[in-house]
């Protein structure tokens, strides 16, 4: 019988968040056009108190899997992804990812690390449905959620404002056997 190493690709590891990854994911989080990405809240530089806090909360919580995206190559601490909100009577989880290091962006370690976390969703957690919420600006995270089998179900029109003008956020969903069909 052959079991998979289920956090484990070609190009990156899913690991746990370490105390060393929480100064990095500071700056990342002083980054004002990472945050952009990230989150509709204001850009606003977080402590590392309040990084810490945030990661800890996640990671006793029964209801969040958040881990580390670490390239193979380097061990670099390269972003985070994580499934969150976990209905479990529903069988429905929420998937976030940032990849906060602009020098690994565009290299194929978001797709990487988006077929890991969504066989560990389907297949370890028993999940049936995974969706995500992306702003309408954020072309390049909306072409990977599409490569990697997300369908665009809706969008909440009008829903942040940056920089004086309004964008939407679209909800994106991806059903177990919708996911199970794309891997034939």
């Not at 052959?2 to 100064?23: A, M, P, R």
């Not at 945050?35 to 969040?64: A, C, G, V």
């Not at 020098?103 to 988006?114: H, L, P, S």
Request: proline fraction near 3%; hydrophobic fraction near 35%; include cysteine.
């Amino acid at each position: 019988m052959f079991i998979n190493n289920l956090l484990l690709g070609n190009k990156v590891n899913l690991t746990s968040i370490k105390n060393d990854d929480i100064e990095k994911i500071c700056e990342w989080y002083n980054d004002t056009y990472s945050l952009r990405l990230f989150d509709t809240m204001p850009s606003y530089p977080y402590s590392e108190e309040h990084i810490t806090t945030w990661i800890k909360e996640r990671q006793e919580s029964n209801e969040n899997y958040m881990f580390a995206i670490r390239s193979i190559e380097t061990d670099e601490f390269i972003g985070y992804i994580d499934l969150n909100g976990i209905s479990w009577n529903n069988r429905v989880a929420n998937l976030s990812i940032g990849i906060g290091s602009p020098n690994v962006r565009g290299k194929g370690y978001g797709t990487e690390a988006m077929n890991l976390i969504l066989e560990f969703g389907f297949h370890e957690l028993n999940l049936h449905r995974i969706q995500l919420n992306v702003l309408s600006y954020n072309t390049p995270a909306i072409a990977l959620y599409e490569k990697v089998g997300f369908i665009k179900e809706g969008s909440y029109r009008e829903f942040v404002q940056r920089d004086g003008k309004k964008y939407d956020m679209y909800l994106y969903g991806l059903l177990y056997p919708e996911w199970l069909e794309l891997q034939k």
